[in-house]
């Protein structure tokens, strides 16, 4: 039974495209996250909500917009897909209080050409 | 300078080797200290997790911090062909959010 579940998996998509990735979490954790992972595999975040509650914004181009429709599910959609954007995007989920304990999902691989 | 340093590797160990993996820090004011492991094509999961200084063991893995010298360690004995994955040290303020290191990829041959 999955924890953390993300679609697509794989996603190649030419520059100025829009595009969604979904997921979603059956743990009854309050908090989700979305993080990048480069291709030098640095694991950076990105955003974080609580409660359908935006509560991290890390500086990232407001091209990207996450969207918390409910506690279980965190979006993210990307408008005008650059070169650049092309890496591993996880999510990720927390009950409150253990940050540092949070469940990855598989990754969707983003690939920009 | 990145504020979690982590050396990438690969560290290549033969079956049965004690490895040492480890972090260096910047921000003191980090207080709470993780090790995740990443698989080739997966997400990251949870293998150890401290508070403050002072080691931890759970099974084959030990992890350390010493928070007067900014750097923390994992340590896995009898080191087996299924522990070849990425090692990611990750660290918080409270319960703000985590940052990671960038992983040290561990080989471990046969």
């Known amino acids: 039974d999955t924890a953390v579940s993300q679609t697509p998996k794989y996603l190649v998509t030419q520059m100025g495209n829009d595009k969604s990735i979904k997921c979603e979490q059956n743990l009854g954790h309050d908090t989700m996250y979305w993080y990048k992972q480069d291709s030098k595999k640095f694991l950076k975040i990105m955003f974080s909500y609580n409660n359908k509650e935006l509560i991290i914004n890390e500086t990232v181009p407001n091209r990207f917009s996450p969207k918390s429709p409910d506690k279980a599910h965190l979006n993210l959609h990307i408008n005008s897909l650059e070169l650049g954007d092309s890496a591993v995007y996880f999510c990720?989920?927390?009950?409150?209080?253990?940050?540092?304990?949070?469940?990855f999902g598989p990754g969707t691989r983003l690939t920009v050409t | 300078q990145k504020e979690v340093e982590q050396d990438p590797g690969p560290l290549s160990v033969p079956e049965g080797a004690i490895v040492s993996l480890n972090c260096t820090y910047s921000?003191?004011?980090?207080?709470?200290f993780m090790w995740y492991r990443q698989y080739s094509r997966k997400g990251p999961e949870l293998l150890m997790y401290t508070y403050s200084s002072g080691n931890k063991e759970d099974g084959r893995f030990t992890a350390q911090v010493d928070k007067s010298s900014k750097y923390i360690s994992l340590f896995i004995r009898d080191s087996q062909p299924s522990d070849s994955a990425t090692y990611l040290c990750a660290m918080s303020i409270g319960f703000q959010k985590l940052v990671f290191g960038t992983g040290t990829r561990l080989l471990v041959s046969p």
């Open positions: 921000n003191s004011a980090f207080q709470y």
């Open positions: 990720a989920s927390s009950q409150d209080g253990t940050v540092g304990e949070q469940y």
